[in-house]
């Protein structure tokens, strides 16, 4: 699927959950979920990025509820999605004074929607890619196609990695519990990460 189809695909989406289509808000979601989460990025040492995701969800939903608010232009809804969280983000980091662990002039001045790749810490990156590369054959199939593929539902993930979608589910929660004991014999304190 190209990124265009993607971004066709997201916005129909978002139109059709507009008319107070639950499934198709689900869908949207699904698509934007892992994008949101890696442009918070940033923010994992002082904000919940897990509460700030479900936070701007929600904002999303409100307003895909209120026919008075109208979205325009290319990728709308993700663009402004991506705003959402980010300021969910900067508000946690304020109210919180956590603005010891992020530079709050650089994160303002981000452009809305950038995603880097690159993770922050080199030592992060090794010590995931160790742990990735240890897990079990079908949990590190089942992740690694959630984190490629995460805009697409999980029945169709599931699908072209060929699983079920039980098992495809149970494989992800297998995967993350094992990747998150390995990262914690390495060393990296989850708990301090997302506190």
């Not at 993350?176 to 989850?190: K, P, Q, W």
């Amino acid at each position: 699927m190209t990124d265009e189809h993607r971004a066709d695909r997201l916005e129909d989406a978002f139109r059709r959950a507009r008319s107070g289509n639950l499934e198709a808000f689900a869908e949207w979601m699904a698509m934007v979920e892992i994008p949101l989460r890696r442009s918070l990025r940033r923010f994992a040492r002082a904000v919940d990025v897990e509460a700030a995701v479900q936070e701007t969800l929600t904002r999303m939903w409100v307003l895909a509820s209120d026919s008075q608010w109208a979205l325009e232009g290319s990728d709308a809804s993700l663009k402004y999605a991506f705003r959402v969280a980010r300021n969910v983000a900067l508000e946690e980091v304020r109210r919180f004074r956590q603005d010891r662990f992020v530079e709050l002039e650089e994160l303002e001045n981000l452009l809305e929607g950038l995603v880097e790749m690159e993770l922050p810490d080199p030592a992060l990156g090794r010590a995931i890619e160790y742990c990735m590369e240890r897990l079990p054959r079908q949990p590190r199939r089942a992740l690694s196609a959630r984190l490629r593929d995460g805009c697409l539902p999980d029945r169709e993930i599931a699908a072209g990695v060929g699983m079920k979608v039980n098992s495809f589910l149970q494989n992800i929660v297998r995967a993350r519990r094992l990747l998150a004991d390995c990262l914690e014999r390495r060393g990296v304190r989850l708990g301090e990460m997302l506190s």
